[in-house]
């Protein structure tokens, strides 16, 4: 009995030397999994065992990830930050993890998320930057997660999002995009068609809810006829000429205020406005066929008058025919009676 807690204490004490847990840390070499949350740590354990494949660093107090921050598991698969107050990420914060799978970002306070980020992680399916104050996405950040097949976007500070990234993921199934500042717009149009077609091809998301304009606050984007949107105006040449940098153009002219409120009104024209809504088809129907009845009977009235007055009028001239032939024949024969009368 005593030989066999022996060999179990050694079997242990082996473990946790090939293994070097961290000293805050919970390792369970079984599972290939280190649990290192509510630590209180500041930064990334450096002692990490490099079996590690599920890495557990949530509510902690990091504040940055240097380059290369996880070059010691290389074979991790799972990486929670959850819950801590990373606020910038190094470009290279990531390399080296290409078994990366799983990578949750969220309860941060990050305000982008660079492409480059994910260069490192061809493998990545699951993202999640919920809860930071990220307030843009670029379009090129579909090109390093064209894997992704769940992508997690709450609360955040989007007001717009680019159907092109969205496209550049042809493997997103599952898309969480509530609690943000959506600006429902004319250049919100795209991202509505993309999750019409999205939610047809059996992808699952959450809602879409307009903080802006007013017309449509509180309003879910995908219940909102897209016939409603204005077309959005093309860039004015002013605008362009005004984009242009100091000193390339030598010409340009600082635009008037008379023109920067030409500007304004230009996006103001961008804005949502609601068309009055279109006829019922089935009002319209029913005016036709009445009019249409309306006519007929009026023509037939004037068919039927016609009639009554050709007939009306043929037998008068009938009646009245007879007696006036029988008037002028008397004065006929009394005109002859004359003539015979006369010396020949």
Request: with cysteine; hydrophobic share 35%.
């Amino acid at each position: 009995m005593k030989g066999d807690l022996l060999l179990l204490s050694s079997v242990v004490l082996l473990l946790r030397v090939v293994w070097g847990c961290p000293e805050k840390c919970q390792c369970h070499p079984a599972s290939g999994s280190v649990d290192c949350g509510q630590r209180g740590l500041a930064e990334i354990p450096p002692d990490l065992p490099p079996q590690t494949r599920t890495l557990y660093l949530q509510d902690n107090q990091i504040h940055q990830l240097p380059a290369s921050a996880f070059r010691s598991v290389p074979q991790l698969t799972t990486l929670n930050l959850g819950n801590n107050s990373l606020s910038t990420l190094a470009p290279g914060a990531f390399h080296g993890l290409q078994h990366l799978q799983v990578l949750n970002l969220t309860q941060n306070s990050l305000r982008s998320v660079e492409s480059r980020l994910f260069r490192s992680l061809p493998r990545l399916r699951e993202l999640d930057v919920s809860a930071n104050n990220i307030g843009h996405l670029a379009a090129s950040l579909g090109e390093c997660c064209r894997n992704l097949t769940v992508l997690a976007v709450q609360q955040n500070r989007l007001q717009q999002l680019d159907r092109a990234l969205l496209e550049s993921m042809p493997s997103v199934k599952f898309l969480f995009l509530k609690n943000n500042l959506w600006k429902c717009n004319c250049h919100l149009v795209g991202l509505k068609l993309w999750l019409e077609k999205f939610i047809y091809k059996g992808g699952v998301m959450d809602s879409v809810i307009c903080v802006s304009p007013d017309t449509w606050k509180g309003k879910d984007l995908l219940k909102i006829p897209h016939e409603l949107y204005q077309p959005c105006p093309s860039p004015s040449p002013d605008l362009e000429s005004s984009q242009v940098p100091l000193g390339s153009a030598p010409w340009a002219v600082p635009r008037s205020p008379e023109s920067h409120s030409a500007g304004e009104q230009e996006h103001s024209e961008c804005e949502l406005k609601p068309k009055p809504r279109p006829a019922n088809l089935r009002h319209a129907l029913v005016t036709v066929i009445i009019g249409g009845v309306a006519c007929g009977i009026l023509c037939l009235l004037m068919l039927v008058a016609t009639i009554y007055g050709c007939t009306y009028a043929a037998i008068t001239a009938r009646y009245h025919g007879a007696p006036l032939a029988q008037t002028t024949e008397p004065k006929k024969t009394e005109g002859k009676e004359l003539l015979d009368s006369s010396p020949a």
